[in-house]
T-cell receptor, first 114, second 113 residues
Framework: KAGVTQTPRYLIKTRGQQVTLSCSPI?????VSWYQQTPGQGLQFLFE???????NKGNFPGRFSGRQFSNSRSEMNVSTLELGDSALYLC?????????????FGPGTRLLVL | KNQVEQSPQSLIILEGKNCTLQ??????????LRWYKQDTGRGPVSLTI?????NTKSNGRYTATLDADTKQSSLHITASQLSDSASYIC????????????FGQGTRLTINP
């Protein structure tokens, strides 16, 4: 069974640009959640999608948005990038709605904002 | 304020030795507590999930304990191996689901030969 995949793995952008990250969950998993990880703040929850609906949201500004498609694949978009957005962005999938059940993480997308 | 504090921040032990990592939390009400292992450059991997009624849960050489009264959890690693070198992250969920998801800063464990 294939694991969670994220594309791209690495990305370099400049301030003010926008970026879209993609996450393909494990087959059969309907919940996808997104996280930001930085050395200073650690792991922080962004949002979670279940059956194409955003069910939970963390404390991030509106520049961070996402969506989920009917095949459970999810995208995360960050508009008007800031230097502080440089981070590892992780997505995780689970069968049931998070936070119940085991989550399986992808390898992450490392974003560098210059 | 909901917090999760992990100790120590970092730990170095010799291969074959045992070690215990600590997680103290103030999240209330409590739903579940998870331990993750994260290798450098990779996503976290779930080790255990514990609910209020569970005191101990094992996953191979990893054993997690939970004391909901004192709001403390520990992760014990037996007979450490070089592959155990990683960051270990404690995550606590409140009863409002992911909106009350609180992460610890992690313990960086290094196993030396």
């Amino acid at each position: 069974k294939a694991g969670v995949t994220q594309t791209p793995r690495y990305l370099i952008k400049t301030r003010g640009q926008q970026v879209t990250l993609s996450c393909s969950p494990i087959s059969g998993h309907r919940s996808v959640s997104w996280y930001q990880q930085t050395p200073g703040q650690g792991l922080q929850f962004l949002f979670e999608y279940f059956s194409e609906t955003q069910r939970n949201k963390g404390n991030f500004p509106g520049r961070f948005s996402g969506r989920q498609f009917s095949n459970s694949r999810s995208e995360m978009n960050v508009s008007t990038l800031e230097l502080g957005d440089s981070a590892l962005y992780l997505c995780a999938s689970s069968k049931g709605q998070f936070p119940m059940g085991t989550q399986y993480f992808g390898p992450g997308t490392r974003l560098l904002v210059l | 304020k909901n917090q999760v504090e992990q100790s120590p921040q970092s730990l170095i032990i010799l291969e074959g030795k045992n070690c215990t990592l600590q997680c103290n939390y103030t999240v209330s009400p409590f739903s579940n507590l998870r331990w993750y292992k994260q290798d450098t450059g990779r996503g976290p991997v779930s080790l255990t999930i514990m609910t209020f009624s569970e005191n101990t849960k094992s996953n191979g050489r990893y054993t997690a304990t939970l004391d909901a009264d004192t709001k403390q959890s520990s992760l014990h690693i037996t007979a450490s191996q070089l592959s155990d070198s990683a960051s270990y992250i404690c995550v606590v969920s409140g009863d409002q689901g992911a909106q009350k998801l609180v992460f610890g800063q992690g313990t960086r464990l290094t196993i030396n030969p």
